[in-house]
């Protein structure tokens, strides 16, 4: 370790800038006679150039630094200072002021007489910063610790980034081998490959094309060496420049003769950090590495505890020294006759490696490449070159070579290709281990991922592309039950996916975000879902993996410890439209298929009213076989089986037996009372949030307008009148919120549907204003009666006044109408809008509860309409299409009155 300078003191040379008697180089060398070496006893020292009065300008006009001395042979008692980092002063600095005052005079070591001398570094700095030379930024070798520990977020990831150096090398293979691990099992010398080295020993090897001695010096001794970054940088340039003229087909050829010129890849590497992670996994590194060209290896050693030690001098990056050196090969380097080895050795304080960590890291690289990568043209027109990588580690004696989920068949696997605009082409399986139900296929088509979260999307020409680029997916997912696995040790696979499941992002077939960090930081909102609303899907219930190219998804960036992904707008993009993938396509179908199973398998009833037939039946039956000749005595039938002895027993149980169900019918029909009320509840809260919505900017808008009254002075009419306009608004939607409350015990009235209608509509005519949505009624002098509940009304017509202005908002259709057309002759209504229609996706289960595709979920709304008109014999159904209304291409309902009463009499 050396000394940078003498912090005190500098040193003055003086110094011709032309000619002189000394054979000095300016900037280089400088020439000095025996009796002023004793001044460059301290190396390294900094120094000033100074040109005398006598046979030039009186100045200072440089500095340097003396890094060495070596005596001049041709000239007896002299010698050569060598100098380091010469710089020229932008302004000379005289050797008087102004003032004639004389720069040196307080130096205290000022004799002109001596050609060297030295001069307080107060004094020293004052000159150089009055003389203006121009500073650089320098690494200080510590540095390579540091960027280490940040950019390197553990040793698996460590690893995993020298695997990705492999794949940009157009490796077909990596092996990754660990051994003399302290905590593990020893083993025999002849077991080690490297039994010389202290351990733990790693070793990443591939077949790749190797490193001259070109791309070792400039491309892995300089950190952040922008050797692969320039390619990509090139790609995106290329790509705007193409889009910009609209001949993506000419980036496209660029695109192929870049992979051509990289072993059908484009690199993976973006910060150069490779050589960072050799230093985070061990205290020593040895590159070996062969070109097919030569014949020989090269060999790179670098000590890394000469970078780390810490102490008060300075250490430049650049002033520790690494050897490069070639050797006889050391071993077979097969077919590809090139390739590298990383031998990190000696470990590091604070991590030791075991078991644990090591089957962690195998699950991590044995995930590193894509599981369900689309091959096909539809999917992807780009095959990539093969790549295994693999770990070995002798002292565990068998590393898994697959996962477990890879044993079993899912329930659903889903195949996406998403568009650049968003728009999704997807098919989804489903199979059940057994036969108890059929196998089936969806196929959904054109399908818009922005149709939620409309105003995330929006923008000034209506919905705005996604930053993330267009991206491919692929879902298996299980129901994590016994009877739903086709595996014996399924808690195996259970365990699995509570423990990994989730989405993970492969770029270019090769993994940058595991699923597990994603399910951690729940980047796709499921886990808050899955706490509100059990049933709803989780990460533990599927894997996944979304694929993406480096050559169209320029801006889903690595964060700098490599773990996962920046969260910029892209990220976002990429986010919603996965989660909208999995909530609205797949969900849907899931939910299904497990109601169904239940329904089928379990005879599950649970609907209260068929509860309540069940034990009124039961009971019945019961009662005939307590009153008949029954043989209590023989019991021909086994009908007390397991039960009773006696006869008067019998006898007795089946009259306790009776009264039991006959309670039991009593307490599912309260069930049947409470479960009524929490759809009125349910319901009430949906129509509140309507008028809630319009109360808030109402006494927003009235705060504001007092605040400003009490701000003026003068107080205008018009200000006054508008504040009665406000307060009068605000008394009508308190006023409205009445007729919204639907009760079991509201009386029936005979009302007309056309009342009903208006109201609803006056609920959200604001509302519909603000979004320039029309609002027409065909037929309105085919008004007919209905005797019912007024308020029930009301809420079913105002829940689909909701739905359809939600979906008109989030739909590209010009046209922005709700009509309800009235037919007196069927008593029915038909409700139309022209915003987005009923996804096929939802149809099956338009009015089962749970069931939606709107953000945020309730799937409540569409259940609740059906219940309260069922209660009034009436009933709401999705309009054929013989019978759907001209210009609406949205979604139509029909609420068919027919067998509801028209007056008290009919009832």
Same mark, same amino acid.
């Given at each position: 370790?050396?000394?940078?300078?003498?912090?005190?003191?500098?040193?003055?040379?003086?110094?011709?800038?032309?000619?002189?008697?000394?054979?000095?180089?300016?900037?280089?060398?400088?020439?000095?006679?025996?009796?002023?070496?004793?001044?460059?006893?301290?190396?390294?020292?900094?120094?000033?150039? &100074?040109?005398?009065?006598?046979?030039?300008?009186?100045?200072?006009?440089?500095?340097?630094?003396?890094?060495?001395?070596?005596?001049?042979?041709?000239?007896?008692?002299?010698?050569?200072?060598?100098?380091?980092?010469?710089?020229?002063?932008?302004?000379?600095?005289?050797?008087?002021?102004?003032?004639?005052?004389?720069?040196?005079?307080?130096?205290?070591?000022?004799?002109?007489?001596?050609?060297?001398?030295?001069?307080?570094?107060?004094?020293?700095?004052?000159?150089?910063?009055?003389?203006?030379?121009?500073?650089?930024?320098?690494?200080?070798?510590?540095?390579?610790?540091?960027?280490?520990?940040?950019?390197?977020?553990?040793?698996?990831?460590?690893?995993?980034?020298?695997?990705?150096?492999?794949?940009?090398?157009?490796?077909?293979?990596?092996?990754?081998?660990?051994?003399?691990?302290?905590?593990?099992?020893?083993?025999?010398?002849?077991?080690?490959?490297?039994?010389?080295?202290?351990?733990?020993?790693?070793?990443?090897?591939?077949?790749?094309?190797?490193?001259?001695?070109?791309?070792?010096?400039?491309?892995?001794?300089?950190?952040?060496?922008?050797?692969?970054?320039?390619?990509?940088?090139?790609?995106?340039?290329?790509?705007?420049?193409?889009?910009?003229?609209?001949?993506?087909?000419?980036?496209?050829?660029?695109?192929?003769?870049?992979?051509?010129?990289?072993?059908?890849?484009?690199?993976?590497?973006?910060?150069?950090?490779?050589?960072?992670?050799?230093?985070?996994?061990?205290?020593?590194?040895?590159?070996?590495?062969?070109?097919?060209?030569?014949? &020989?290896?090269?060999?790179?050693?670098?000590?890394?505890?000469?970078?780390?030690?810490?102490?008060?001098?300075?250490?430049?990056?650049?002033?520790?020294?690494?050897?490069?050196?070639? #050797?006889?090969?050391?071993?077979?380097?097969?077919?590809?006759?090139?390739?590298?080895?990383?031998?990190?050795?000696?470990?590091?304080?604070?991590?030791?490696?075991?078991?644990?960590?090591?089957?962690?890291?195998?699950?991590?690289?044995?995930?590193?490449?894509?599981?369900?990568?689309?091959?096909?043209?539809?999917?992807?027109?780009?095959?990539?070159?093969?790549?295994?990588?693999?770990?070995?580690?002798?002292?565990?004696?068998?590393?898994?070579?697959?996962?477990?989920?890879?044993?079993?068949?899912?329930?659903?696997?889903?195949?996406?290709?998403?568009?650049?605009?968003?728009?999704?082409?997807?098919?989804?399986?489903?199979?059940?281990?057994?036969?108890?139900?059929?196998?089936?296929?969806?196929?959904?088509?054109? &399908?818009?991922?922005?149709?939620?979260?409309?105003?995330?999307?929006?923008?000034?020409?209506?919905?705005?592309?996604?930053?993330?680029?267009?991206?491919?997916?692929?879902?298996?997912?299980?129901?994590?039950?016994?009877?739903?696995?086709?595996?014996?040790?399924?808690?195996?696979?259970?365990?699995?996916?509570?423990?990994?499941?989730?989405?993970?992002?492969?770029?270019?077939?090769?993994?940058?975000?595991?699923?597990?960090?994603?399910?951690?930081?729940?980047?796709?909102?499921?886990?808050?879902?899955?706490?509100?609303?059990?049933?709803?899907?989780?990460?533990?219930?599927?894997?996944?993996?979304?694929?993406?190219?480096?050559?169209?998804?320029?801006d889903l960036t690595d964060k700098t410890n490599r773990e996962?992904?920046?969260?910029?707008?892209?990220?976002?993009?990429?986010?919603?439209?996965?989660?909208?993938?999995?909530?609205?396509?797949?969900?849907?179908?899931?939910?299904?298929? %497990?109601?169904?199973?239940?329904?089928?398998?379990?005879?599950?009833?649970?609907?209260?009213?068929?509860?309540?037939?069940?034990?009124?039946?039961?009971?019945?039956?019961?009662?005939?076989?307590?009153?008949?000749?029954?043989?209590?005595?023989?019991?021909? &039938?086994?009908?007390?089986?397991?039960?009773?002895?006696?006869?008067?027993?019998?006898?007795?149980?089946?009259?306790?037996?009776?009264?039991?169900?006959?309670?039991?019918?009593?307490?599912?029909?309260?069930?049947?009372?409470? #479960?009524?009320?929490?759809?009125?509840?349910?319901?009430?809260?949906?129509?509140?949030?309507?008028?809630?919505?319009?109360?808030?900017?109402?006494?927003?808008?009235?705060?504001?307008?007092?605040?400003?009254?009490?701000?003026?002075?003068?107080?205008?009419?018009?200000?006054?009148?508008?504040?009665?306009?406000?307060?009068?608004?605000?008394?009508?939607?308190?006023?409205?919120?009445?007729?919204?409350?639907?009760?079991?015990?509201?009386?029936?009235?005979?009302?007309?549907?056309?009342?009903?209608?208006?109201?609803?509509?006056?609920?959200?005519?604001?509302?519909?204003?603000?979004?320039?949505?029309?609002?027409?009624?065909?037929?309105?002098?085919?008004?007919?009666?209905?005797?019912?509940?007024?308020?029930?009304?009301?809420?079913?017509?105002?829940?689909?006044?909701?739905?359809?202005?939600?979906?008109?908002?989030?739909?590209?259709?010009?046209?922005?109408?709700?009509?309800?057309?009235?037919?007196?002759?069927?008593?029915?209504l038909i409700f139309a809008d022209t915003g987005t229609d009923?996804?096929?996706?939802? %149809?099956?289960?338009?009015?089962?509860?749970?069931?939606?595709?709107?953000?945020?979920?309730?799937?409540?709304?569409?259940?609740?309409?059906?219940?309260?008109?069922?209660?009034?014999?009436?009933?709401?159904?999705?309009?054929?299409?013989?019978?759907?209304?001209?210009?609406?291409?949205?979604?139509?309902?029909?609420?068919?009155?027919?067998?509801?009463?028209?007056?008290?009499?009919?009832?």
């Open positions: 370790m050396k000394n940078i300078m003498n912090e005190k003191e500098a040193l003055i040379l003086t110094q011709y800038r032309a000619g002189g008697k000394y054979r000095n180089f300016l900037g280089y060398l400088y020439h000095f006679p025996k009796s002023y070496l004793n001044y460059f006893k301290k190396l390294p020292v900094n120094f000033l150039f &100074y040109e005398p009065v006598k046979s030039g300008k009186g100045e200072f006009f440089g500095t340097g630094k003396i890094v060495q001395v070596i005596p001049d042979n041709e000239l007896n008692d002299h010698y050569f200072a060598i100098i380091k980092d010469y710089q020229s002063f932008k302004k000379p600095v005289k050797h008087r002021d102004e003032n004639g005052k004389l720069v040196e005079s307080e130096n205290p070591h000022y004799n002109p007489q001596n050609a060297v001398r030295k001069i307080p570094k107060k004094l020293f700095d004052e000159i150089i910063l009055e003389g203006e030379i121009s500073y650089n930024f320098k690494s200080d070798a510590h540095l390579i610790k540091v960027l280490g520990e940040q950019l390197i977020g553990s040793e698996k990831v460590g690893i995993l980034e020298l695997i990705k150096n492999a794949i940009d090398a157009q490796a077909s293979y990596c092996k990754v081998r660990i051994e003399k691990i302290n905590n593990l099992k020893k083993l025999n010398e002849e077991d080690y490959k490297f039994p010389e080295l202290p351990g733990p020993v790693i070793l990443v090897e591939d077949n790749g094309i190797g490193m001259t001695k070109d791309v070792l010096e400039n491309g892995w001794l300089r950190p952040a060496s922008t050797i692969k970054t320039n390619i990509k940088e090139k790609i995106k340039k290329e790509r705007e420049k193409a889009k910009g003229l609209g001949n993506l087909g000419q980036f496209d050829a660029l695109i192929k003769q870049l992979k051509k010129a990289h072993g059908n890849r484009i690199p993976l590497g973006e910060k150069g950090v490779g050589r960072f992670a050799t230093h985070r996994l061990g205290k020593h590194l040895e590159i070996r590495t062969k070109v097919k060209e030569n014949k &020989y290896e090269l060999v790179l050693k670098i000590d890394w505890d000469k970078f780390d030690i810490i102490s008060d001098e300075f250490v430049d990056l650049d002033s520790i020294g690494v050897s490069i050196s070639k #050797q006889k090969l050391s071993r077979d380097y097969g077919e590809s006759d090139s390739g590298t080895q990383i031998i990190i050795y000696g470990g590091r304080d604070g991590f030791e490696w075991d078991e644990e960590s090591i089957l962690d890291l195998n699950r991590t690289i044995l995930n590193l490449n894509s599981p369900h990568p689309p091959i096909n043209k539809k999917q992807r027109n780009n095959i990539y070159k093969p790549f295994n990588a693999f770990l070995e580690c002798p002292q565990i004696e068998e590393l898994p070579k697959h996962l477990i989920y890879e044993e079993s068949e899912p329930n659903f696997t889903l195949d996406v290709l998403v568009s650049e605009k968003g728009i999704a082409d997807s098919e989804i399986k489903f199979k059940h281990p057994t036969d108890k139900i059929p196998p089936e296929k969806w196929i959904d088509n054109d &399908y818009d991922l922005r149709i939620s979260n409309d105003n995330y999307w929006r923008s000034q020409n209506g919905k705005r592309v996604p930053e993330c680029g267009a991206f491919f997916l692929h879902i298996d997912v299980w129901y994590r039950l016994k009877d739903w696995i086709d595996i014996s040790n399924y808690t195996e696979l259970t365990d699995y996916l509570g423990e990994f499941g989730g989405m993970s992002i492969y770029r270019d077939n090769i993994l940058i975000f595991d699923a597990k960090i994603g399910s951690e930081t729940d980047w796709l909102g499921l886990t808050e879902e899955k706490t509100k609303q059990t049933y709803r899907i989780s990460y533990r219930d599927f894997i996944g993996n979304v694929e993406i190219e480096q050559s169209t998804n320029f996962g992904l920046i969260e910029n707008k892209a990220f976002k993009d990429l986010s919603l439209l996965v989660k909208n993938i999995i909530k609205n396509i797949l969900e849907p179908r899931y939910i299904a298929k %497990r109601d169904e199973y239940k329904k089928l398998t379990k005879g599950i009833i649970s609907n209260p009213k068929k509860l309540s037939e069940v034990t009124k039946t039961g009971s019945k039956f019961i009662s005939n076989v307590a009153k008949s000749n029954y043989p209590f005595d023989t019991d021909p &039938y086994t009908f007390f089986d397991g039960l009773w002895e006696t006869v008067e027993g019998r006898k007795d149980g089946l009259i306790n037996l009776e009264s039991s169900v006959k309670e039991l019918k009593k307490s599912i029909e309260m069930l049947e009372d409470v #479960q009524n009320q929490f759809v009125e509840q349910a319901g009430f809260g949906i129509s509140v949030a309507v008028s809630l919505h319009e109360i808030n900017k109402i006494t927003t808008n009235f705060y504001h307008s007092i605040l400003h009254l009490i701000k003026s002075e003068n107080i205008e009419k018009l200000d006054l009148e508008h504040l009665k306009e406000t307060s009068y608004s605000l008394k009508t939607e308190l006023k409205r919120l009445g007729p919204l409350r639907a009760i079991r015990n509201e009386r029936y009235n005979e009302f007309n549907i056309l009342k009903s209608v208006n109201y609803s509509y006056d609920v959200f005519k604001r509302r519909m204003k603000e979004k320039n949505i029309d609002f027409s009624i065909e037929n309105q002098k085919d008004d007919f009666k209905v005797y019912g509940r007024y308020s029930a009304i009301n809420q079913v017509l105002g829940n689909l006044f909701d739905n359809s202005i939600y979906w008109i908002e989030n739909s590209n259709n010009v046209k922005r109408e709700i009509k309800i057309k009235i037919n007196s002759k069927f008593r029915s009923i996804s096929e996706i939802i %149809r099956p289960y338009l009015f089962e509860p749970g069931y939606s595709l709107k953000v945020p979920k309730s799937g409540l709304g569409l259940y609740i309409c059906k219940t309260y008109l069922n209660s009034m014999k009436a009933k709401i159904y999705e309009t054929p299409i013989k019978d759907r209304l001209p210009d609406m291409n949205g979604a139509h309902f029909t609420i068919d009155f027919s067998r509801t009463p028209k007056n008290k009499e009919e009832k």
